[in-house]
Every structure is written in structure tokens, then in C-alpha cells.
């Protein structure tokens, strides 16, 4: 089945949506649980960061405008296109004062 036009764009946001709420309702709470008790050292949010970009990848690549080849998207363009805090941020909100 092949789409085009605007039936493709619409498929397309479709995919990401679901893609977001598959991320959001079943990895982060598996990947969070616990979290208010553990100390993290800077090499653990490195771990966190890194994980999350390429968990975050599901968004695939983009078209290059200039080149029109296709290309990974950068972390900057990933956290644009999540648009909610990182890992860290989350753990360090949820921390155990």
C-alpha cells in the first residue's frame, strides 16, 4: 500500500504519536521504577542520556533540505521533537530528599 501526499504526512504523524505514547506508558515507567532511591553519579546520567536518544530514535531519520540525502537526527532535534524533560531531570525530580 503506498500513500502520498497527505494521506502519507497524516500516516506518518499517526506512527509518531504512538510511537510516543508506547515510550512514555510502557519503557520510561519500567526504566524509572525505583528511581527516587538511587544515587546517580555522572557516568550513570551519561548512561541515561545516551539511552534515551537511542530510544528516542524511533523517530527515524529526516531528509537532508540542502543535500536531500536522508540523515540521522542530532540530540537538539530529538528533544524537539519529544518535547518533555529528559530522564535525568525526571530522576532528580522524583529523588527522596
Known sequence: MLLFGAESFV???AIQNLKIKIYRSIILPVILYGC???SLTLRE??????????VL???GPRRD???GEWR?????ELNDLYSSPSI??????????
Open 57 to 59: 530514535r524511533i523517530f
Open 88 to 97: 535525568v531531570r525526571v530522576i532528580k525530580s522524583r529523588r527522596m530528599r
Open 36 to 38: 527516587e532511591t538511587w
Open 72 to 76: 540521522r537526527l542530532h540530540n537538539e
Open 45 to 54: 546520567e551519561r548512561k541515561l542520556r545516551v539511552y534515551e536518544n537511542m
Open 65 to 67: 533540505e540542502v543535500t
Open 11 to 13: 500516516f506518518q504523524v
